[in-house]
Nanobody, 124 residues
Framework: QVQLVESGGGLVQAGGSLRLSCAAS????????LGWFRQAPRKEREFVTG???????YYQSSVKGRFIISRDGAKNTVYLQMNSLKPEDTAVYYC??????????????????WGQGTQVTVSS
């Protein structure tokens, strides 16, 4: 069974940091793009960042310079290091698996496997 499981969410003060992890199982995800999305209350789900199978990355402009995505092929895991967090970063964060051997896509329709999400709350 192909599965993605996120962890690392929580409550943090503005200016703080969190690191999210997404462990993949059931398949070797090394050929696949992996992405992070988020959904805040009463808002549409939005792309945050993604990393391609070759390690190329792409960030939403609001998180560029603050968030860093990385992946560990040996552990089949993708990480999201979030620094200088702001209250507007509050959302449920989801990791997702995209297409194999392609560049990072920003549309959620390009991602077929999703995790259950982890809540990130940033207090002011």
């Amino acid at each position: 069974q192909v599965q993605l499981v996120e962890s690392g969410g929580g409550l943090v003060q503005a200016g703080g940091s969190l690191r999210l992890s997404c462990a993949a199982s059931g398949r070797d995800f090394s050929p696949y793009t992996l992405g992070w999305f988020r959904q805040a209350p009463r808002k549409e789900r939005e792309f945050v960042t993604g990393i391609s199978w070759l390690g190329g990355t792409y960030y939403q402009s609001s998180v560029k310079g603050r968030f860093i995505i990385s992946r560990d092929g040996a552990k089949n895991t993708v990480y999201l290091q979030m620094n200088s967090l702001k209250p507007e970063d509050t959302a449920v964060y989801y990791c997702a698996s995209g297409r194999p051997r392609t560049d990072v896509a920003v549309h959620d329709s390009e991602y077929g496997t999703w995790g259950q999400g982890t809540q990130v709350t940033v207090s002011s």
